[in-house]
């Protein structure tokens, strides 16, 4: 769910209504289990006094104020480009300050990417659990763990597969059952507030500050910070969501989310400080104060409320991660993926590899940690990195639009040092699993290294050799294109090639039609898909180049336009016989009366390292990698509607660098004969070579 221009750039009532609703879904779940993670970490609840309660609710306070209210509300959404968020735009505001830069915004993305991963099988468990041991008139729906583990399984498949039909119906409700959700998370905070306002005390930093780094009742000491990031885990969706809604919005909306949160935290921090010395609740393994502090009758409704909550903090993540990636794709940090766009919203869309990845990376979690206790343990290491890269670009944009070096650098320092406390305090989670997520973003990284740093070593200058000049072999084309002597190939060949400025196209495609083996055609196609935001855009034009028979084409297609390239490329062949430009491809064998447009043949040209390739050992492994990837990602004939087409797949060399020449000696005859005798005789000693001892055991083996 995307809202319309005017409506990003105006507050309204639906506008805040529909940011409540995809924005704020996983800070909005963080009170489920940041308390219990915090007071089960320091010992149990029969361990948590009265200063450490007070410590920790003013931790929570000032971290969710000093990274999501200052940070990402009052100075990331700044930094948007075209009114878009998230550590990829914003490296690509800031790319052109340094060429270092491009590190924070792989390591941030894949942290992100991996984290996001984690986060739907966490809140939805967590939810779930709430359940467990509830009695519903003498039944009891949810008594064991692998009984949460199947409900969560099924909802998140369910949700996934959900994903390809679009969710613009869901997204209107989206809206409605957050505000009803953080409505409830302020009141039954509000309501046990009451019986003691003293904790509004945790205000003050000094009871933060206090439990720290002073007090004895702080079991874990600094690592208590691991816990206490996860309430604030969701600023960096709500920065990469701004897209969608815009900042007049989230500004709008942010104050109403945070003080329900609060009230929230504040409400579990006096009910905990109440029942501290309750010692059955302490030998409660799946205690968690968010459920026990809710009245008996009400707490079928928080169950309920929280696993919707759940849901969409899910669904937003899914979607964020299509986002991401597509944002990836543009900048060439990932391979080409198959885009569908379900509705008429630009901003929704469908990566159905992403989708399956997700999907497989999500249930694999829930079987490897089996109960939301773990997977807490888990969450939250990588987000410490994405924030601490986002910072380190921040800085660059705040210098970009010329905010006094002093004063950026201050910001910096100040949130850089924050969040290195919490990425250190956060690693004691790698050895419970935060390894986990460590390897899934390692992998994340790997890709988009290889991917990028493979496109730039082929576009390094002393490497240009890999694309040629179309202009400067149209003679050549024309010329192939007129040779009797030669059987027609096809009487149209098409590739589908990205035409550089300059009319610059890689080498290997004219590689394919003159040297593997000369394909005549009446004409030689190159065409590019350029999708546009409207949705129906239907658009071409053409480059003849001077010729009759070499064309570039330039589609432009809305995002919601079929990709079918071979009934367009009809359509464009025949009005351009019509208008002259090129000759007619009268048909004598058809079923179609009259038909002047010939046949089609579309060749896919996929890259294979040449061994005359003459580059680094490093580059040449990433170069095999990034054409590897290509290989196993690309689905050409997928992307481009060509399923029912004549489609054939060629290998070629890719060749970089200056090659060698090979170096040969020439033999006479007599030496030829000489080398010839000398192999023979060779041969027959290695044929005649008995072993000196044999075992019975050699025969055995044979």
């Not at 969409?312 to 993926?337: C, D, H, N, W």
């Not at 447009?597 to 580059?615: A, M, Y």
Request: charged letters at 15%; one cysteine or more; hydrophobic letters at 45%.
């Amino acid at each position: 769910m995307r809202l319309n221009e005017q409506k990003r750039q105006t507050m309204s009532l639906a506008g805040l209504m529909i940011t409540i609703g995809i924005v704020y879904g996983d800070i909005g779940t963080s009170p489920l289990y940041v308390m219990k993670t915090i007071i089960t970490d320091n010992g149990g609840i029969n361990t948590a006094t009265r200063e450490m309660i007070m410590g920790s609710i003013s931790l929570i306070f000032w971290t969710v104020m000093l990274l999501t209210t200052i940070k990402y509300v009052l100075i990331a959404l700044q930094a948007t480009n075209h009114g878009e968020g998230g550590i990829f735009s914003l490296y690509a505001l800031v790319r052109r300050r340094k060429k270092w830069l491009i590190y924070p915004a792989l390591i941030g993305g894949a942290a992100l990417l991996a984290d996001g991963m984690l986060t739907p099988a966490v809140t939805v468990t967590t939810a779930i659990e709430g359940l467990k041991g509830i009695d519903f008139d003498g039944f009891t729906l949810v008594s064991t763990q692998q009984q949460v583990i199947v409900i969560t399984i099924v909802i998140l498949s369910f949700l996934f597969v959900i994903q390809r039909f679009g969710t613009s119906v869901i997204g209107r409700a989206f809206g409605p059952i957050m505000f009803i959700w953080f409505l409830f998370l302020g009141l039954t905070g509000l309501a046990h507030m009451a019986a003691d306002f003293s904790i509004l005390r945790a205000l003050n930093p000094y009871y933060a500050i206090k439990l720290l780094f002073f007090s004895s009742d702080n079991h874990v000491g600094v690592f208590i910070l691991g816990s206490v990031f996860l309430a604030t885990t969701g600023a960096e969706a709500l920065y990469s969501d701004v897209g969608h809604v815009g900042r007049v919005n989230i500004y709008g909306s942010w104050p109403f989310v945070f003080i329900s949160l609060m009230l929230n935290y504040f409400g579990q921090g006096v009910w905990v400080m109440n029942n501290a010395s309750n010692s059955a609740i302490g030998a409660d393994q799946s205690f968690n104060p968010f459920f026990e502090m809710l009245p008996g009758q009400w707490r079928l409704i928080g169950i309920v409320l929280a696993t919707l909550a759940a849901i969409i903090a899910s669904q937003a993540l899914i979607t964020g991660s299509y986002t991401l990636v597509s944002e990836a794709v543009r900048l060439k940090f990932f391979p080409r993926m198959k885009i569908i766009y379900p509705s008429e919203k630009h901003g929704q869309i469908y990566i159905p590899l992403v989708n399956a990845i997700l999907w497989i990376a999500c249930i694999a979690i829930i079987f490897y940690f089996r109960t939301s206790a773990h997977m807490e343990a888990a969450y939250g290491l990588a987000i410490t990195v994405t924030m601490l890269m986002t910072t380190l670009l921040l800085y660059q944009f705040l210098r970009q639009v010329h905010i006094k070096t002093i004063l950026a650098a201050l910001m910096v320092i100040f949130f850089g040092a924050i969040e290195t406390m919490f990425l250190i305090s956060s690693l004691v989670k790698f050895v419970h699993g935060g390894y986990v997520t460590a390897i899934i973003a390692g992998l994340i990284l790997l890709v988009m290294y290889i991917w990028y740093y493979g496109n730039r070593i082929r576009d390094r200058e002393e490497f240009q050799s890999a694309y040629i000049s179309l202009d400067d072999y149209k003679d050549q084309l024309a010329k192939l294109s007129n040779d009797d002597s030669l059987p027609i190939f096809s009487d149209n060949i098409v590739y589908m090639a990205k035409v550089k400025p300059g009319d610059m196209i890689k080498r290997e495609m004219l590689y394919s039609i003159l040297d593997k083996r000369p394909k005549r055609a009446k004409a030689y196609w190159f065409v590019t898909v350029n999708v546009t935001d409207d949705p129906y855009t239907a658009e071409y034009s053409v480059n003849t180049m001077g010729t009759r028979n070499v064309i570039n084409v330039q589609l432009y297609l809305g995002f919601r336009r079929e990709q079918r390239v071979n009934v367009y490329l009809r359509a464009i062949v025949h009005e351009m016989i019509e208008r002259g430009q090129i000759d007619p491809q009268p048909k004598k064998y058809t079923t179609m009366f009259g038909r002047d447009v010939g046949d089609f043949s579309f060749v896919i040209v996929q890259d294979v390292i040449s061994p005359q390739t003459q580059v680094s050992a490093i580059d040449r492994m990433i170069i095999l990698l990034r054409v590897g990837l290509q290989n196993i990602t690309s689905n050409p004939a997928s992307w481009f509607g060509l399923e029912f087409a004549d489609v054939i797949v060629e290998k070629v060399p890719l060749i970089l660098g200056k090659t060698k020449p090979l170096s040969l000696k020439y033999l006479s005859r007599d030496q030829a004969q000489e080398r010839h005798s000398q192999i023979h005789e060779d041969s027959k000693l290695k044929r005649n070579k008995v072993p000196e001892t044999t075992d019975d055991n050699d025969f055995e083996d044979q």
